[in-house]
């Protein structure tokens, strides 16, 4: 069977919430969903309108979707078929989160926020503007926050990943690609929502580009297997068929500050084409991080990878 759900939504993790949808083994759904603001950041939004965001309804979740047999100790199999967007998106920083939200910058670098800037998407790619660069960004759309029900009682933050599944922001969920889930309760329970049209490996502002969509998959009942986190099987990843990169490697004892400094040092070359905040909306959908090496103690590397195809224009390292 093929069904289609409208977003009816929620934003917590709670096993007590009754189904939308119940479906069976091996059937196809078509659901919309909402960007991560349910409604709040619109295309005629201003960066000040990024201060009176409503935090109670962020993420909200189209689901949950009932699978018929489904009993703890099975997994689901989600299938990614299909994703269809709205026509736009948007990127923010947002006071006080995101991974550079505790450091203290003096000028020139300073991406505290609140900042925002809006997507024209068509069917391939992501537009806007950054300081006097024209940047192209390839869709590679997926869900940032999909999972099943937790099998304790409650209402939990949808914000950390967790065994579930969640908000785990991992950009190959996407067409093509098997997740297979863990059923904790009965009936699955699963839920999907803060699609993303595009996001670099480590979303580091906090925010990718967000956008309402349509999204198609196939949902699979596997009995009886014990799974206990979620698994995925992805298909060839496509961040690195760009032609060039600029590539800025973070070193130091600690990967955590390894990472800051790979990103500081990618919105350092990328202010001189645009104002920081910009640079850091920026690689928080373009740019890439790697873990590049863990053995040479006491310093690791964590690389930052920007793709200089998604400029109209040359950009230089130096």
Not at 8 to 21: G, R
Request: include cysteine.
């Amino acid at each position: 069977m093929q069904y289609t759900i409208h977003a009816v939504t929620h934003n917590k993790w709670d096993n007590s919430i009754s189904p939308v949808l119940t479906i069976s083994d091996g059937d196809v759904i078509t659901v919309e969903t909402k960007e991560a603001s349910d409604g709040q950041v619109t295309p005629n939004s201003t960066p000040q309108d990024l201060l009176k965001l409503d935090f109670s309804r962020i993420h909200p979740l189209t689901g949950p979707i009932e699978v018929r047999g489904a009993e703890p100790g099975d997994a689901l199999e989600i299938e990614f078929l299909e994703f269809k967007n709205k026509g736009w998106g948007w990127t923010g920083v947002l006071p006080g989160f995101g991974f550079l939200a505790d450091e203290q910058y003096t000028a020139p670098i300073d991406v505290l926020g609140p900042a925002l800037k809006i997507w024209r998407a068509d069917e391939n790619f992501a537009y806007a503007k950054f300081g006097d660069l024209e940047v192209k960004i390839p869709l590679n759309p997926f869900p940032g926050v999909i999972g099943t029900a937790l099998p304790y009682r409650g209402k939990l933050s949808t914000i950390p990943p967790r065994e579930n599944g969640g908000n785990m922001d991992i950009k190959h969920l996407t067409v093509g690609t098997k997740l297979y889930l863990p059923v904790f309760v009965k009936g699955a329970l699963l839920s999907i929502g803060d699609t993303h049209l595009a996001q670099g490996d480590g979303e580091v502002c906090g925010t990718a580009i967000e956008a309402p969509m349509e999204v198609t998959m196939r949902v699979r009942l596997i009995k009886n297997v014990g799974l206990t986190q979620p698994m995925f099987i992805a298909k060839k990843v496509k961040e690195m068929e760009y032609n060039e990169y600029i590539a800025y490697p973070g070193i130091d004892n600690n990967l955590w500050i390894a990472a800051k400094k790979a990103i500081k040092g990618i919105i350092s070359i990328l202010s001189k084409y645009m104002s920081p905040v910009e640079a850091y909306m920026l690689a928080s959908v373009a740019v890439n991080l790697r873990v590049s090496e863990v053995v040479d103690v006491p310093n690791w590397i964590v690389t930052a990878y920007l793709p200089k195809d998604i400029f109209n224009k040359e950009v230089e390292l130096l």
